[in-house]
């Protein structure tokens, strides 16, 4: 006989007295909820969606809705984490061989995401559009941004082995996201009809090369000289990869 107190948590808490359960039902209502938001956001637009065409998609009362959701924008930024995968980022990264290049694994988690993204380009390309139109919702998604950015940090830095000070590990995974972030403007801007990961790579070669680094020095108006190094063919020809 198993007894209760042999389980592991996950089950004890399954088999409870039904505080499990309720959590349960808690969460898929979330989920619902949020969902529901991100789909009629999409389909009618920002401005359109009510709260309480949220709350009737789900079957249940705007007063419930609250319960999870202070406002319309929470809902949809619950969405964004789930949805925006850029959580994958850090997960692939980390689960590439340490001994790996580093700029290889970072294309590599870059590739996973834009893969995932690709997926479902339809739906990827309206939720950009919906991001650009609305002020407080892009404000939201560049929070989701900084997170992502600050937990690829910590894996960067820990496998360049780097002290706290060493400003290197932030400042990549600054670039890297950047780069995803700029690449799917673009590529959500003219309707998705692109190679998404050709418009990624671009990015990352031009990080590999300097060029980028040679970008930023003169923004900051160093005054100094600044040459790309091993750039031949991304600064003289230029521009994004050809649209199809």
Not at 131 to 156: G, H, M, N, S
């Amino acid at each position: 006989m198993i007894h209760r107190k042999d389980l592991p948590a996950a089950e004890c808490r399954r088999g409870g007295d039904g505080a499990g359960l309720r959590d349960r039902k808690k969460e898929r209502t979330r989920d619902q909820l949020a969902a529901a938001a991100r789909d009629l956001v999409i389909e009618r637009g920002y401005e359109a969606t009510t709260v309480d065409d949220i709350a009737a998609a789900v079957d249940v009362s705007p007063r419930t809705l609250f319960r999870y959701f202070p406002t319309k924008d929470d809902a949809i930024a619950e969405t964004l984490r789930a949805d925006g995968k850029l959580a994958l980022l850090a997960e692939v990264f980390a689960a590439r061989a340490g001994d790996e290049p580093l700029m290889s694994s970072l294309r590599s988690a870059a590739h996973t995401l834009v893969d995932a993204i690709g997926r479902e380009r339809a739906k990827a390309v309206r939720l950009a559009r919906v991001l650009d139109a609305a002020p407080t919702l892009r404000a939201r998604f560049a929070d989701e941004k900084r997170r992502c950015q600050a937990d690829l940090a910590v894996l960067i830095a820990r496998r360049l082995d780097a002290e706290p000070t060493d400003g290197r590990a932030p400042m990549i995974a600054a670039l890297t996201v950047e780069i995803l972030s700029a690449a799917v403007d673009r590529w959500a801007a003219i309707g998705g009809e692109a190679d998404l990961r050709a418009m990624v790579d671009y990015g990352f070669d031009l990080l590999e090369s300097g060029a980028t680094a040679c970008a930023v020095v003169a923004a900051a108006g160093a005054g100094r000289a600044c040459q790309a190094r091993e750039a031949p063919g991304v600064l003289a020809g230029g521009g994004w990869p050809a649209t199809g």
